[in-house]
């Protein structure tokens, strides 16, 4: 991060406005310096007093200044001036109002114009209603800002205003400020996986035991998807083979999709050779029924037992095969961690094994957060606090570099 990053601080209109506050506040002590700019609605839920008193700085709220005639034309560059001197430009909370404006260039007002001239990095915090954020034209807006390139924090699940309970809520202002981090940090370290090409594995698999019925687990692929994103960001060649999920495919990113343990392993060993990193994110399935019936089975009174056999394992063949490649795995355990991880970490040959406890509430499996352990291959073992999928990705492949140099120091 440079001395001293600046940040554009864009405020909705929702009743989440009065977090923003409380990230005005987080942002500062990361060592920010914030210019707030509030839309006309969001002066209905918090008074621009509270964040100039925050921030020691004017707020914006108007396209135009109805002052003097001086003061009046410089205003109507202010926008152009504020995109010019910040170097990230956050949205929180980011309306469904809002995100349909910035998906499709309209601007009618200092924030969504501030937006149009802006060329650095954008972190948009989503709120709103669930039905809002469910809603198939939202989640289009959302697609096309993500190919943009922007970091969205995901909306928390919970009570919202309206006594709904669903995704919404405002993701929790510290959540928001590591983002913010995570991107300031990214800015310097440039694109640090420029010419490599990474393959990742995400999601859970699906084995049939008949037409209509099959194994899987709980994975929803969050992780491997951000790791692809975060790889995608720093320049590498991405490759993603994913089991079933219903997340939208990053952006600049080669997408395999498959449903069995058999397919994923294919796909893998089809583009192993290309690889020179390989993350192992998915859930596979650990057993599948061999030869699953042709036609539904019938329930009956009688009790059913069912023949498993093992699925390939995809991770000990790739530690087998994958000769100077940086391979890591993942461990999702119920207790005894690390110990877990590092058997993973030489049983399958791999480098690094980022190990999460699936048994705590709020992370891991279908969550947007983690917090997770990386056992590296050297003997270290870094623990990685909770935090937003994106931050944990990032925070993992500055480990992998890192790692990588060790390693190839120690030849």
């Known amino acids: 991060m440079p001395v001293t990053t600046n940040v554009a601080l864009g405020v909705g209109g929702g009743i989440a406005a009065y977090k923003a506050a409380e990230l005005a506040r987080a942002l500062m002590e990361r060592g920010f310096s914030v210019q707030v700019v509030m839309t006309r609605s969001a002066e209905e839920f918090v008074r621009p007093l509270t964040f100039a008193a925050l921030t020691g700085r004017k707020v914006i709220t108007n396209l135009f200044s109805a002052a003097s005639a001086e003061d009046t034309l410089s205003s109507a560059i202010e926008h152009i001036r504020v995109a010019q001197e910040n170097h990230i430009l956050v949205i929180a909370p980011a309306t469904a109002d809002l995100l349909a404006?910035?998906?499709?260039?309209?601007?009618?007002?200092?924030?969504?114009?501030?937006?149009?001239?802006?060329?650095?990095?954008?972190?948009?915090?989503?709120?709103?209603?669930?039905?809002?954020?469910?809603?198939?034209a939202?989640?289009?807006?959302?697609?096309?800002?993500?190919?943009?390139?922007?970091?969205?924090?995901?909306?928390?699940?919970?009570?919202?205003?309206?006594?709904?309970?669903?995704?919404g809520r405002l993701a929790e202002p510290e959540i928001i400020a590591q983002a913010v981090a995570g991107v300031a940090g990214r800015g310097s370290s440039k694109h640090d996986l420029d010419g490599e090409t990474v393959l990742i594995t995400a999601g859970p698999t699906q084995e049939p035991l008949d037409p209509v019925r099959y194994l899987s687990n709980?994975?929803?692929?969050?992780?491997?998807?951000?790791?692809?994103?975060?790889a995608a960001e720093r320049g590498a060649r991405v490759i993603l083979v994913s089991g079933p999920v219903t997340l939208a495919p990053p952006a600049r990113v080669e997408l395999i999709l498959v449903r069995t343990a058999v397919e994923m392993r294919q796909a893998v060993m089809d583009h192993l050779e290309q690889a020179t990193m390989i993350i192992k994110a998915a859930a596979v399935a650990d057993y599948h029924r061999a030869n699953p019936p042709q036609q539904k089975v019938k329930k009956t009174a009688a009790r059913l037992s069912l023949e498993l056999d093992p699925t390939p394992d995809i991770l000990a063949e790739v530690g087998r095969k994958k000769g100077d490649r940086l391979l890591v795995g993942f461990a999702a355990e119920t207790e005894n961690l690390i110990e877990a991880a590092r058997r993973k970490l030489q049983s399958k040959n791999c480098d690094m094994v980022v190990a999460n406890l699936v048994s705590q509430p709020g992370i891991g499996f279908e969550s947007d957060e983690n917090a997770v352990t990386l056992v590296l291959r050297t003997g270290e073992t870094i623990p990685v606090e909770r935090a937003s999928k994106s931050i944990i990705a990032h925070r993992i492949f500055d480990e992998a570099m890192k790692l990588r140099l060790a390693l190839h120091s120690a030849q």
């Not at 404006?101 to 954008?122: C, E, R």
């Not at 709980?218 to 975060?230: N, P, Q």
């Open 218 to 230: 709980r994975s929803s692929g969050k992780m491997g998807y951000a790791l692809a994103e975060a």
């Open 138 to 167: 939202t989640q289009e807006n959302l697609r096309i800002l993500r190919e943009r390139g922007h970091v969205i924090v995901e909306p928390d699940d919970g009570i919202l205003a309206c006594g709904m309970v669903g995704p």
């Open 101 to 136: 404006k910035l998906a499709h260039g309209l601007a009618d007002d200092f924030l969504t114009t501030t937006y149009l001239a802006f060329t650095g990095s954008v972190v948009l915090a989503p709120a709103m209603n669930t039905n809002m954020w469910n809603h198939p």
